[in-house]
């Protein structure tokens, strides 16, 4: 049997990387690539602040409520995890994504000594020196990205939440740094958060990531509840099946309810932010329940009227902590 570890799928020679490197960057948008010139920081920031509001509404909206000093600092970030996140999921072809992955790891590795070139790590470098940044939770990013082209299935809910850990707590953690929060104990709460929106954004997307030939439900959870392979590849929304989804969407509520006190040990300005994306987390499971715990036939989505009212809702509680998210089930005290 092929070892398919990221290790043993490195190219073996110089020459070898480097066209693997330039084929993956074919398959991406010419302004990935490394630029001839390094930009200004200027030029940098406003690369990433293109990136970030062109690709993710939501990222934008989120901005609306975060003082504007941090604003440059969440589009690096940001540019960041969604360049680390497409050299893995873009490409299309495994040896050039891990290609990819190693020599982005690489210019992290220099951003850290002093060395940019790239807009996204020109930008990052000041961002990691004003928020006093570790290279860690930058790492474990780049760590789940390689993990999603050799690692298909996971046995266990341990196992998918020890994925969570390097895919999307660094991602809580950045925000946390960037506004000036560096204790466990909040890092603990924020990685129950992200943890939970990643599963909810996992069982929103059986069948997206079924296309990819990845399947996060657990395995063990899987063989408990009588589901295979088969069930979700014909899109067979079975009895089993809606109560496998059940059992799941319980969990990642349980999770967010966890992680809500966060919310009350931040300023106000990122309490919006929390209650936002907690709210939103929250209302994918809903709209699962809503289906009926049916995702095979279609994607649970959330309306933009939806949007808007959780948007107005997270905002308010910056004015009104009452209405804030507290207590079981996520809802304001």
């Known amino acids: ?65 975060l003082p504007e000093r941090l604003r440059p600092h969440f589009h690096a970030i940001y540019a960041y995890c969604r360049v680390s996140d497409d050299l893995g999921d873009e490409v299309g ?3 050039q994504s891990l290609a990819l992955l190693e020599l982005w790891g690489r210019e992290l590795d220099a951003c850290y000594e002093g060395r940019t070139r790239h807009p996204v790590f020109v930008a990052l470098a000041e961002t990691i020196r004003a928020c006093s940044i570790p290279k860690e939770p930058f790492a474990d990013l780049l760590t789940a990205f390689k993990q999603d082209q050799v690692v298909t299935r996971y046995a266990t809910m341990r196992d998918v939440l020890e994925y969570c850990r390097y895919s999307a707590n660094p991602v809580g953690r950045l925000v ?7 204790d466990e104990d909040r890092f603990r709460l924020s990685d129950a958060t992200c943890s939970a929106l990643q599963l909810a954004n996992f069982w929103q997307d059986v069948r997206v990531d079924w296309a990819k030939n990845r399947v996060y439900l657990p395995q063990e959870d899987m063989e408990r509840f009588g589901v295979t392979d088969f069930t979700i590849e014909k899109g067979i929304a079975s009895s089993e099946f809606r109560a496998l989804l059940k059992f799941e969407v319980e969990y990642a509520r349980s999770l967010f309810e966890q992680g809500l006190p966060l919310i ?47 948007a107005l809702r997270a905002v308010t509680g910056k004015f009104l902590p009452f209405l804030r998210l507290s207590g079981p089930r996520g809802r304001a005290a």
């Open 264 to 310: 009350g040990m931040v300023d106000r300005d990122l309490a919006v932010d929390l209650d936002l994306f907690s709210r939103g987390g929250l209302e994918i499971l809903n709209a699962i329940e809503h289906q009926n715990f049916d995702v095979l036939t279609s994607r649970p989505s959330i309306a933009k009227r939806t949007k808007l009212q959780l």
């Open 1 to 65: 049997m092929r070892d398919m570890s990221p290790a043993a799928l490195q190219p073996e020679s110089d020459a070898a990387r480097e066209q693997l490197i330039a084929r993956g960057w074919d398959a991406l948008p010419a302004s990935y690539r490394m630029p001839e010139k390094t930009p200004t920081i200027e030029e940098a920031r406003a690369w990433c602040k293109h990136l970030a509001e062109t690709h993710y509404e939501n990222f934008h909206v989120a901005t609306w409520f």
């Open 93 to 95: 072809n495994t040896e």
């Open 176 to 182: 946390l740094y960037t506004c000036g929060y560096a």
